[in-house]
């Protein structure tokens, strides 16, 4: 069983920060993806094990940012410029066939997830 707890959310004015860590120890590709009310999960970054692979959805690219750091067993979502559409409770999902994924059923393992809310 992989555990995964995922911290850092919190509320923030729109075109702020926040970071999002996420405790996951093993060797798998790591993703994030965000829910909002009364939507589909849905896929927002995506890392390989070594780091070398990363994968954004369109919506987020150039404001977010997926890095790990497999020495503290920590993966982050750096996110930048954020928007009142990024609103959601967003999941910290391990992949344990490896690759980067964009597709939510490649996720075999997930966190309690995290709420960011972001405010006008």
């Known amino acids: 069983q992989v555990q995964l707890v995922e911290s850092g959310g919190g509320l923030v004015q729109a075109g702020g920060s926040l970071r999002l860590s996420c405790a996951a120890a093993?060797?798998?590709?790591m993703g994030w993806l965000r829910q909002a009310p009364g939507k589909v999960r849905e896929f927002v970054a995506s890392?390989?094990?070594?780091?070398?692979?990363?994968s954004y959805a369109d919506s987020v690219k150039g404001r977010f940012a997926i890095s790990r750091d497999n020495a503290k067993n920590v993966v982050y979502l750096q996110m930048n410029s954020l928007r009142l559409q990024d609103t959601a409770v967003y999941y910290c999902s391990a992949a344990l066939g490896g690759s980067i994924s964009s597709r939510r059923a490649d996720y075999d393992y997930w966190g309690q997830g995290t709420q960011v809310t972001v405010s006008s």
């Open positions: 890392i390989s094990w070594s780091g070398s692979s990363t």
């Open positions: 093993g060797r798998y590709a």
